[in-house]
């Protein structure tokens, strides 16, 4: 079956060539690499000109004006005639052998998820393969990562149930797009191997802190998290335990890191957020989720939130805690490693 791969880009110079490799070498029969430049404002338009040239399976678009990775996406699945379509940044890589494995176990299902492993700037991997009810249950498994790359889509389910990427949101279209795909009940199937490389490019990102970890985009990512709640709680009672338990860690550290002239507002904004969840009756998963106690959260000003991060002794805390029998063995280690991350990273 012939695979279409879709890969949105944008000011990649630095990365594509590394991505587009990484695809052709894929173990696949037949492969179709869709690569749409959404208006780069760096060389990265003539890079990819040139790759093009080198290898008829790519396809290039190039975007006179910039519209967004929805809209990317969703015009590289118009173009698409694979029977099978997956997505991959530029960002990233591909192992040799993920797509030849997820060809292989998607059988006549709707959609296959496999593993992927998280590369850091300092070489750390780590590999997420789905496990337990992850394999097993339709919502679990595909929110075994969030993301698109892990996954491959039969494209003929898409379209039957007219499904495409949200283009009015600048993050979390893919959040969105998959929600929208569970209510369609996919045939499903999970791959053991890992299938997608994840750069996680920590210093990257530190480096344009002040473009990136805004309010605007505080915002945006709690408007995904609530479109999926939207989307899902009727079919799926089960998301909003997920999404209050599985993305709080991600808007925690991402609030860290917001600029202190936005930082009161947006702290405002993350508690009317956090209400939506029963942390009241359970302040020991706030606790293991963020290394703060609840009421401190409820209570102090964004600055002493932070502090407290910061000063909290963990083995202090999580005796105290664990000795009284409110958080578990599960708990105190899942805070004591956020609070280590907060310690050496600052989010």
């Not at 052709?24 to 179709?32: A, G, K, M, Y």
């Not at 780590?126 to 339709?138: F, V």
């Not at 009756?281 to 290394?291: V, Y």
């Not at 002493?304 to 578990?328: C, H, M, N, Q, W």
């Amino acid at each position: 079956m012939k695979i279409s791969v879709i890969m949105p880009s944008y000011n990649s110079i630095d990365t594509l060539e590394s991505a587009v490799a990484s695809v052709l070498s894929s173990q696949v029969p037949e492969l179709e690499l869709i690569i749409i430049d959404d208006a780069s404002t760096d060389t990265s338009r003539e890079l990819l000109s040139s790759l093009a040239e080198r290898d008829c399976r790519i396809r290039a678009v190039y975007n006179e004006k910039n519209i967004g990775v929805g809209a990317v996406r969703n015009l590289g699945l118009k173009l698409a005639t694979g029977e099978l379509v997956a997505f991959c940044d530029s960002d990233d890589t591909v192992p040799s052998d993920g797509y030849a494995n997820m060809l292989l176990d998607i059988g006549n299902n709707d959609i296959v998820i496999g593993g992927y492993r998280v590369l850091s700037d300092a070489g750390k991997c780590d590999t997420h393969i789905p496990r337990g009810r992850q394999k097993r249950e339709l919502f679990y498994a595909v929110f075994s990562g969030s993301s698109l790359w892990h996954k491959m889509f039969r494209r003929s389910f898409i379209l039957e149930n007219s499904l495409s990427f949200r283009e009015d949101v600048t993050l979390g279209e893919d959040v969105i797009f998959l929600s929208e795909l569970l209510l369609c009940r996919p045939s499903f199937a999970v791959s053991a191997h890992s299938v997608y490389n994840y750069r996680n490019r920590r210093e990257a990102k530190r480096s344009s802190l002040t473009h990136q970890f805004t309010l605007e985009k505080f915002r945006e990512h709690i408007y995904c998290r609530t479109e999926m709640l939207r989307i899902l709680e009727p079919a799926y009672p089960e998301c909003r335990d997920y999404i209050y338990q599985h993305f709080v860690e991600y808007l925690d550290r991402f609030f860290a890191l917001i600029p202190e002239c936005e930082r009161d507002e947006a702290f405002g904004e993350f508690r009317k957020y956090m209400s939506g969840y029963d942390y009241e009756n359970h302040p020991e998963l706030f606790l293991a989720l963020t290394g703060v106690p609840y009421s401190v959260f409820c209570t102090a000003s964004a600055d002493t939130y932070l502090r407290a991060k910061e000063e909290l002794l963990p083995r202090d805390r999580v005796s105290a805690e664990f000795a009284a029998g409110r958080i578990g063995l599960r708990f105190a280690l899942k805070y004591i490693k956020n609070w280590l991350r907060f310690k050496l990273f600052g989010a």
